[in-house]
């Protein structure tokens, strides 16, 4: 299944609806649902956010397959360069008094995701998330 | 109405319907910075009805949960759904939750 997104924060409020049309196809389950809606909102969000060229149109590819045992997501943007990989862990074991306030988007995909992989081709940024169906 | 506050004395709940998305999280900031002007000593975040919360909800909870612990008061979540609880166990988080409030997931 693919969707097309525009680079406006507004698009976000579609990615229930489209996990919805991808739980028809086959029943996700509420963790791997979770799971997905987390992983693809914040990457979604930091390409909104970070990845608009000024004054260009910008569209955003989600592809949605099921690849058992994992559903597949695979988002193309032709932002800048940015590879969220290349973004510092973030040490969970650190009190609240001390986690950082940055880089929580990121850290939100890597903790709901099993596998991440990113490439730069044609100008885009391709990243693909794997999440093992529960 | 997705955030409705509760008042018992000082301590105030406010009570979050829905994904705590982006839009929402600014929301939120603005009820808990009003309530911070009005001196509010404890405001409880009651996510029983909310079946999501991205970063920026996150952010917002971490941010307040300092601030108003430096002022020696306090911010935390209380009744998370499950989705919340998982969500914030996940992302090492749940410490913002107030203790015997957290959901079985």
């Known amino acids: ?134 | 109405m997705p955030i409705t506050q509760v008042k018992s004395g000082d301590r105030y709940e406010l009570m979050v319907e829905g994904r705590l998305d982006g839009a929402l999280a600014n929301q939120l900031e603005v009820e808990i910075l009003n309530l911070i002007r009005e001196n509010a000593q404890q405001i409880y975040v009651n996510l029983a009805n909310s079946d999501f919360i991205c970063s920026a909800g996150i952010r917002v909870l971490l941010q307040y949960y300092r601030q108003m612990k430096n002022s020696n008061k306090v911010l935390l979540v209380t009744r998370p759904s499950a989705a919340i609880q998982s969500t914030l166990d996940m992302t090492g988080f749940k410490n913002l939750i107030v203790e015997g409030s957290e959901s079985k997931t």
């Open chain 1, 1 to 134: 299944m693919e969707f097309e997104f525009q680079s406006h924060p507004a698009e976000l409020a579609r990615i229930p609806e489209i996990l919805d049309a991808l739980g028809r196809r086959q029943p996700l389950g509420p963790k791997t649902r979770l799971a997905l809606d987390t992983a693809l909102t914040e990457h979604l969000t930091n390409i909104i956010t970070y990845g608009c060229r000024e004054g260009a149109p910008h569209a955003i590819r989600v592809q949605l397959t099921f690849d058992p045992p994992c559903v597949k997501a695979r988002v193309i943007d032709d932002g800048p360069p940015f590879n969220p990989l290349e973004h510092p862990p973030v040490d969970t074991s650190l009190p609240l008094d001390q986690k950082p306030l940055g880089g929580l988007g990121i850290h939100m995909i890597r903790s709901s995701m099993d596998e991440l992989t990113y490439r730069r081709e044609n100008d885009r940024n391709i990243l693909v998330m794997r999440k093992r169906l529960a």
